[in-house]
């Protein structure tokens, strides 16, 4: 370094000073020769002119690899005088380059890279470069073409020329590239750092090729440098930071340059402790070196602190230290050890490490400690080969992820785990004698007290099971401790276990461990608290054994806490069981299952009947095959359940009795087998069997094949002598002949009916499709099982029958009125002929078939009339409630505030009753002739050739038809009145397209002014509407009146009609 260059240096970058002061000229007069495979210097080519060009650059490493270029076209030129009164090897930037064909041996063996050079250029070039023996590029180190420097090996990564150079100035660049281990590369311009990123690993064994001035791209050279080369160091490893500063020491010195504002002037150190592991005991020896890159070494001081207490550190001076001292049990812990190097100028450079001192803990212990901030905490024991072990760390304060590792005798992690509050480990053998080492950190921010146990796991406790249940008592002394329970089982048997705690014992887990180890049944315990007893408790579901063998049951504590518990172990033994007998059971205890034993063969239909008496909550009934399977479930919570089954194999079947949760109580079950469904076939009038059920709770069964529409009638009856009752049933048959889908009917809503001692069920109802249908009769209830007998009436009848029948409403047969033959016309839309004679009803009669017609045989005739004072159902006779039907050839007498026929349903809004006719039929004494119910529209209903007729009844009619619905016909009418009564309304009609024609209103002969009995004649209200031809009568109102409800423009036609009376509008 030239005088003329100090002043600046000393007032502005002292780092300079100490470079080239009179300390480091013995550091700058070499470089390292470890691993120095190449070093090329221009002034050791001797015998060169100015401008010479240079064949062969020769190798001063000792290494012998030469550079060379044959060809004399692309052969760089001596040039004199470049860099620091040195000359320098200049490439042209065209061809110019010199390969190193001898160097890719050395670099094959080698562990890395680094490329020191002392260079300039301009444009893009590179100054060195690696590649593969395909060209493939490895590493390529020089100048891009757009002002940055270049490093490049996969990915480049780049740095800028400092501004404000000229283009050709030279630099001394340091770059230590990649190893197969360490991917990250660095370069150092000048002592500064320059760039780091991380690259692809140089992978020496795949060097193929070594270039200078170009790389080599493919099949040819490109990228050739424009610019010098004074200098160049290759040595095949990564040197560390004391031989860069060696390296670069030299060569500014040695070129005259200035050192980087950039660089590194603090103390650097050369050889300190890295994270370390002490053991109790052990005494400790550790050496520290640091480097003052002012060369003033012999001022350098060092310090450390945050060190156990049983160790010292001693300062010898010359950047030299030690740590000295035995470890106790007093300095176990996990400390960041902080060692200062300070220089002359006050700067300070720090060495941070960690030193882990273990802390000895016991086996079969607990042990308490605090985690510090971002630091580890290490455990050390010594453990035999073979032993079992259990882990548990339990921090309450720590909400993330919490990790513990154990680390085997020879340095090896074994496993570990993470948690958040609570983390486990084991249990695991330890796979050799030795010491452990168990490390227990935090990856965020964790830190606070903590407990950490360590248990042995110790032989199970042997115990014996018995019906119904052993009771067992254990206690967890140390955290994490499991304890264990053997016990021989057979396969198929029983089991339940209930475990209880009083002490704060933290959550766990229950495992059943069968004869090949495994867990084959877990349960998570400490669930719950039993809000009486306070004890946290939890109940496993019920566990069969899969084989004969010893079982292991386990307790895992997975919480903090330590303490007592009571474990009971439930065997659950089948009570032989003879099919019919009844059981009146009791669950004394909770979590009791009650199981009962039966043989049974393939084929076998299956029912078991239970009524919940007194047993809380649900009391579930299974059915198991000889497998052990599953085959029916049921539950009641009162009252009762049946479970059905087809027996698929002979054997032995079990029938278990569960009550759920802590419940207890008592039950009744009754389990037979069902009988098979006998054939039976409609006749007329009727099929008769004679029935008896002898095992209380068997079902009596009938099968039959119909079609679709047919009716079918069915009526039982039970003697007065007989104690049976329950219900009567029809359904189509589904996947057996126990179940399948009850069929609809009308009349009852649905195709069943109860019966008793002394009474008779009753059900009739169309098939809704072709198939097989299921007749039950069922000889249970809910409170009961009873025998007995009963007669069975069965007649299915084809569709649209005619029947020819008196009403008889006192008769037993009477559904809605009619006979049980009348009924089932009703139902197929069928034809209904009524006999003459006069009737009385007390019921609606009610048709919800299409098509139905009933006939009488005239007015004067049939007479169907309301009984007594009486309304039943309603203020009706008929209720129309199917399209289609017709009303002929009848006298229907009303009581008063009755009506004759109404048309829907006053139990079903959807029905309706368009086309209805009604047709020579005589109504007296109504209240409503004909009405329907508010907002329910019926169409094309027609009125013809009947009497509503007020003239033997004293009193006031209100209106003989209201109706509603588009088309309406009445035609052909007499509304008859005499002196003395009254209609108020004749026809109102509300609805579009309406005809009122040649009808007659009212008294015969004009009575006297004061004895008009016609109030209103016809009011139509609705659009296009025809009132033609009529004779009104005795009006003493408005005679007719029109209302257009939606187009007042529209007209009605209203002609040919004669008004008689007070009143005399229209």
Known sequence: MNDMMRPWIRAGLLVLWSLCGSVLPALAQSVPTEGLRLWLKADALAGLADGDAVAVWPDASGGANDATQPDTARQPTYRTGVVGGLPALRFDGVDDYLDVAALVDDLQAGTGLTVVFVASGTGRGYVFSVHTSGGSNLALFGYSDDGVYEVFKGYGVTAP??????????????????????????????????????????????????????????????????????????????????????????????????LSPDAVTAPIFTRAPTDTTLQVGQSVALDVRALDPHGNDATLTLAASDLPPGLMF?????????????????????????????????????????????????????TEDSLRLHLDDWFRFDGTAGTVVTLRFHGPGFYTWTHLEVIGPDGTPLLGTRGASTV??????????????????????????????????????????????????????????????????SAGDVHRFFFQTPDPLGGGTLRLRGPGEAPFYERPVLASINASTFYKEAASDRIVLPEDGPYVLEFAPTGGGTGAFDLRLFRFEATPYTLGEEVAGTVPEPYTIDRYRFDGAAGDVVRVRTVNESVGSYLYTRVYGPDGAELAEVRSSSGAAEAVVTLP???????????????????????????????????????????????????????????????????????????????????????????????????ERRAEGAFSSGGPAILTAALPEDGTYILQVDGSTAEAFATGSYTLRFDAVDPAPVVTVGLDAASSEAVTGFPRAAARAVQAGGLVRIEAGTYEVWRRLLITALGVRIEGAGPEATTIEKNGSVAVYGYSIFEIAAEDVAL????????????????????????????????????????????????????DVAIRASVFDLSAVSGYGVTALRLEGDRIRVEDNRFATAPGTRLDVGVEIAGDAALVQNNRFGAEEAPSPAEQTVGRAVIVRGNAARILDNALDSVSGDGIVVDARSAPADTATVQGNRIRGRGTSA
């Open 161 to 258: 020329v400092p501004s404000g150079e000229p283009a050709a100035y030279v630099n001394v660049w340091t770059s230590r590239a990649t190893s197969s281990a360490d991917t990250t590369i660095r370069t150092w311009r000048n002592g500064g750092a320059l760039l780091e990123g991380r690259l692809g690993a140089v992978e020496p064994d795949k060097i193929g090729r070594v270039s200078i001035g170009q790389e080599y791209d493919g099949a040819s050279a490109t990228d050739f440098l424009d610019g010098d080369i004074a200098e160049i160091l290759v040595y095949d490893r990564v040197i560390d930071t004391a031989e860069r500063l060696q390296i670069e020491a030299y060569l500014l010195d040695r070129y005259g340059f200035d």
């Open 888 to 939: 002929r050839d009848l006298h229907l007498e009303t009581i008063n505030l009755s009506r004759a026929v109404y048309l829907g349903s006053s139990s079903d809004a959807a029905a309706r009753a368009h086309r209805f006719t009604m047709e020579g039929v005589r109504v007296t004494g109504y209240y409503l002739g004909v009405g329907q119910g508010n907002g329910r529209p019926h169409d």
């Open 649 to 747: 194999e002979d054997g032995s079947y079990v029938i278990e009795q569960a009550p759920s949760g802590r419940a207890t109580g008592s039950y009744r079950f009754r389990a037979f087998r069902e009988a098979t469904p006998q054939p039976i076939a409609g006749a007329v009038p009727w099929t008769e069997v004679a029935g008896r059920i002898d095992v209380p709770g068997q079902n009596a069964y009938y099968r039959f094949d119909g079609a679709a529409g047919q009716i079918v009638a069915v009526d039982l009856f039970v003697p007065d002598t007989s104690a049976l009752r329950g219900s009567l049933r029809l359904y189509r048959e589904g996947a057996s002949y126990l179940e399948g889908p009850i069929v609809d009917d009308p009349h």
């Open 424 to 489: 486990h480990l084991g249990p695991f053998a330890l796979p050799e004698t030795g010491a452990y080492a168990v490390r227990v950190f935090h990856t965020n921010n964790g830190a606070g007290p903590y407990r950490l146990g360590l248990a042995t796991v110790e032989a199970p406790t042997p115990i014996t099971p018995a019906a119904p249940f052993v009771d067992l008592t254990g206690t967890v002394t140390i955290l994490g401790q499991h304890v264990y329970y053997q016990f021989d089982g």
């Open 314 to 366: 001693t300062d010898d001076g010359g950047g030299q230290g030690r740590l000295t001292g035995t470890l106790t049990t007093a300095d176990a812990g996990t400390y960041r050890v902080e060692i200062r190097a300070t220089d002359q100028d006050g700067e300070v450079t720090t060495h941070t490490f960690v030193l882990i001192v273990p802390r000895p803990i016991a086996l079969d212990s607990t």
